[in-house]
């Protein structure tokens, strides 16, 4: 964890406990979810308790405690949602990125929760991807564009290899003697 981004969040924060959720906030924010270490650090300088600063991360469902993928999707489960086949949303995305619900594929690339209700009854069957809704969803509709995700990361990797291969080759040939 680098401790440089924890250093410029409790700046000036010395035994102010009154400030647990705005530093648990920032700290969210600046790491994508709340380390141990991070809660440790916490504790130290407001002067609260490390079981009241884990209490109060653990409440609040804004707060998360494991890192994320980098492609969080979101299925509603809210009743509007759930009698419209949020179950096999949910199944496609498990079955398909092979891990459940609060997981990380091995590649960190994509992660699974589901929520109690994303506020767009109407439109449901919703899933979002990093709070983008995606409405009247099916599993079929869900599976092409978990899909799409998978190409557009594949592609962003193959232009940064073909970028670091360019940059590395134009360097060898600057720096090798003729």
Same mark, same amino acid.
């Given at each position: 964890?680098?401790?440089?981004?924890?250093?410029?969040?409790?700046?000036?924060?010395?035994?102010?406990?009154?400030?647990?959720?705005?530093?648990?906030?920032?700290?969210?924010?600046?790491?994508?979810?709340?380390?141990?270490?991070?809660?440790?650090?916490?504790?130290?300088?407001?002067?609260?308790?490390?079981?009241?600063?884990?209490?109060?991360?653990?409440?609040?469902?804004?707060?998360?405690? &494991?890192?994320?993928? !980098? #492609?969080?999707?979101?299925?509603?489960?809210? =009743?509007?949602?759930?009698? @419209?086949? %949020?179950?096999?949303?949910?199944?496609?995305?498990?079955?398909?990125?092979?891990?459940?619900?609060?997981?990380?594929?091995?590649?960190?690339?994509?992660?699974?929760?589901?929520?109690?209700?994303?506020?767009?009854?109407?439109?449901?069957?919703?899933?979002?991807?990093?709070?983008?809704?995606?409405?009247?969803?099916?599993?079929?509709?869900?599976?092409?564009?978990?899909?799409?995700?998978?190409?557009?990361? &594949?592609?962003?990797? !193959? #232009?940064?290899?073909?970028?670091?291969?360019? =940059?590395?080759?134009?360097? @060898?040939? %600057?720096?090798?003697?003729?």
């Amino acid at each position: 964890m680098n401790l440089s981004k924890m250093e410029s969040i409790l700046k000036g924060r010395d035994s102010q406990p009154h400030l647990l959720i705005e530093v648990l906030h920032d700290v969210q924010e600046s790491y994508g979810y709340i380390p141990e270490e991070a809660m440790r650090e916490i504790s130290k300088t407001l002067g609260v308790p490390l079981i009241e600063v884990y209490r109060v991360a653990s409440f609040y469902k804004a707060f998360k405690l &494991k890192p994320s993928g !980098k #492609h969080v999707i979101t299925i509603c489960n809210g =009743t509007a949602c759930h009698v @419209r086949g %949020a179950q096999l949303l949910m199944d496609q995305a498990m079955s398909q990125l092979g891990i459940k619900h609060g997981e990380v594929t091995e590649d960190g690339l994509f992660s699974i929760e589901h929520v109690n209700c994303l506020g767009a009854c109407a439109l449901g069957p919703i899933a979002s991807e990093n709070g983008s809704y995606h409405h009247k969803m099916t599993p079929a509709k869900l599976r092409k564009f978990i899909n799409s995700l998978s190409r557009a990361e &594949k592609e962003e990797v !193959k #232009h940064a290899q073909v970028s670091h291969e360019r =940059t590395t080759g134009a360097y @060898r040939e %600057a720096v090798t003697p003729r």
